[in-house]
Nanobody, 125 residues
Framework: QVQLVESGGGSVQAGGSLRLSCDASGYTYSSYCMGWFRQAPEKEREGVAFIDSYGSTTYADSVQGRFTIGDGARNTVVLRMDRLESDDTAMYYC????????????????????WGQGTQVTVSS
């Protein structure tokens, strides 16, 4: 009954911005960590940004200062992406269902039990 649905992906020029949204249904996502992962061809899945039930956030070094994760509308988590770079090109996945570990959201995909289908982000230069 848990569903995560991403939206907002697209094709943009380097330096541009996109806003991704993840609509969650079937459970109260605020009880768990929520996160965004991305995967490019021939690359491992990478944790990008995470938010816990208290609103605390963490980011991958590669996106720190450019991406912002936060709550949108009810049962929605958003990822604001600014100053996009070619290396940001990937399929972006919303993930949920992870508990905090030692006060932090886990950064690896194995701890997340709920996944969306993904939304493609393509950055051209």
């Amino acid at each position: 009954q848990v569903q995560l649905v991403e939206s907002g992906g697209g094709s943009v020029q380097a330096g541009g911005s996109l806003r991704l949204s993840c609509d969650a249904s079937g459970y109260t996502y605020s009880s768990y960590c929520m996160g965004w992962f991305r995967q490019a061809p021939e690359k491992e899945r990478e944790g990008v940004a995470f938010i816990d039930s208290y609103g605390s956030t963490t980011y991958a070094d590669s996106v720190q200062g450019r991406f912002t994760i936060g709550d949108g509308a009810r049962n929605t988590v958003v990822l604001r992406m600014d100053r996009l770079e070619s290396d940001d090109t990937a399929m972006y996945y919303c993930a949920g269902g992870a508990k905090r570990v030692d006060l932090f959201c886990p950064r690896t995909s194995a701890e997340y039990t709920d996944w969306g289908q993904g939304t493609q982000v393509t950055v051209s230069s």
